[in-house]
């Protein structure tokens, strides 16, 4: 019987995406530091004259991984706190994913697969600072973790990102040789009952014209002079890292000390690539300019064709005056579409300065899905508010966009409707390949998982070996 969408999006969430939403990041896990000699036995709850005493044991091994009860009673506690729901999920079920897990950090240090701590620590404060933002205060984090004190779970916290991330790693390394052909694509469609062919949301097509405020070559000169002066001092032996987190303007990396790891495959801008791989080990760059603002690149490391690399951003300042005359410039632009002097499409492909869309009359494309079409429900916020009440063909009021420091202005126009519909082949392919494509992936999971099960040492206390399981934990 063919795999219904339904099913797929289930499987996808259930064997692709951590199960920990909240608990993600990176680094290489030596398998000493997961498990111990020996673990001791703490009590779970309040001991009374009529209540069994409940400890903390050990209920399943994977490799050199142990899952202990009290992990799936954190299972429980990461699903609440997402305003989830666990009241139809069992504790087979948690225990089921983290037995998934712990297979995939343990084979993904038997395969070298490594990521550095610097990562995870970067990850952990990106995430801290936003959970510290939902609760309130670092005592009640750690007591909503039942934790003794902070060191305590910044320790567990650390743990726990370093094996997400071994695990997202792990998955990343099964699928990404997985391909599909549009035969493929077609025999899956094919398979689908009309019943239960997936309905599409409402979606957009919009177009923009993006106008920046000019930056004057003073300003320019002011960047560049404060980025040599770092320089000058890292080459005589100050810190990079510390002024990458002291100063770069970036907001992916400067918690981190500026730090990436990356490959020529990387989706960085090219002036950035072409700079970072023009160094040789512990050089720095000069100054450079990309669209983002100007940088300086320190390599660390060069290993084959993968290089470890810190870097320092800063954008020269906008004016009041810059931003006034940009404003004015597309006020200009949209009275002459509107006149009938030009055509929206024609204005973006000559008067628009961003160059990612300029060449296709300003429309914009879905960055997950890699085609024009956006749906509604879920589209990005800063798009939405703008589009959402807009008429076909009806040219939205400029309006000033500050993402990540950089200011501009914009305006926008949809240039096309599509309601709700059942999937049709011709009209939704790219989204019907990537419901095959996953199923695919799944298929390749699946089997991977029936290859290493076998081949991994894995024991199950005799409390849960009569679980549902979806794979073959006890090795019947």
Not at 216 to 225: E, G, H, L, S, Y
Request: net charge neutral; glycine share 4%.
């Amino acid at each position: 019987m063919p795999l219904k969408i339904a099913q797929i999006k289930f499987m996808t969430n259930k064997v692709m995406l951590p199960f920990f939403l909240l608990l993600f990041s990176l680094t290489f896990v030596n398998a000493q530091e997961i498990i111990k000699d020996s673990v001791v036995t703490v009590a779970k709850e309040p001991v009374s004259s009529t209540k069994k005493l409940k400890v903390d044991g050990v209920v399943a091994t994977v490799g050199d991984y142990i899952i202990l009860d009290s992990d799936i009673d954190k299972g429980f506690l990461e699903i609440t706190s997402q305003g989830g729901s666990a009241k139809d999920v069992t504790r087979c079920q948690v225990l089921g994913k983290l037995l998934e897990d712990k297979l995939y950090a343990h084979q993904a240090v038997q395969d070298s697969i490594i990521v550095s701590d610097a990562e995870v620590k970067g990850m952990m404060d990106e995430r801290l600072n936003y959970m510290l933002q939902q609760i309130g205060t670092m005592d009640k984090l750690v007591k909503y973790y039942q934790k003794d004190s902070e060191e305590e779970f910044r320790t567990y916290f650390f743990d726990v990102l370093k094996e997400q991330k071994l695990t997202g790693e792990m998955t990343k390394k099964i699928v990404e040789k997985v391909e599909i052909t549009p035969e493929e694509v077609r025999d899956f469609f094919k398979k689908i009952p009309a019943a239960d062919l997936p309905v599409f949301g409402a979606e957009l097509e919009v177009a923009q014209i993006v106008i920046k405020p000019k930056v004057t070559d003073a300003d320019k000169q002011k960047v560049i002079d404060k980025l040599n002066g770092f320089r000058t001092e890292c080459l005589a032996g100050s810190s990079f890292a510390t002024k990458a987190v002291l100063y770069s303007e970036d907001p992916g990396s400067s918690k981190n000390g500026g730090y990436y790891k990356m490959t020529r495959k990387t989706p960085f801008v090219k002036e950035f690539k072409d700079v970072a791989f023009s160094l040789a080990e512990g050089e720095i760059s000069e100054p450079f300019e990309t669209t983002f603002g100007f940088h300086i690149i320190y390599v660390e490391k060069i290993k084959g064709q993968e290089i470890e690399l810190r870097h320092i951003l800063i954008s020269p300042a906008v004016t009041q005056e810059s931003l006034k005359e940009a404003k004015e410039k597309i006020t200009l632009i949209r009275k002459k579409i509107l006149d009938k002097e030009i055509t929206f499409a024609e204005a973006a492909r000559t008067m628009s300065d961003e160059k990612e869309t300029r060449a296709n009359g300003g429309a914009l494309v879905n960055p997950k899905t890699q085609d024009t079409h956006f749906e509604l429900t879920n589209m990005d916020p800063s798009i939405y508010s703008i589009v959402s009440n807009l008429k076909d063909n009806e040219i939205s009021l400029p309006s000033l966009e500050d993402k990540e420091g950089k200011k501009d202005y914009k305006i926008m126009v949809v240039t096309n409707r599509i309601d709700s519909h059942t999937a049709d082949y011709a009209k939704d392919y790219i989204k019907i390949k990537d419901l095959a494509l996953k199923e695919k992936q799944i298929k390749a999971i699946a089997k991977w998982f029936d290859v290493k099960i076998k081949d991994t040492y894995i024991k199950i206390v005799d409390e849960y070996k009569d679980c549902p399981f979806a794979n073959n934990w006890i090795k019947k």
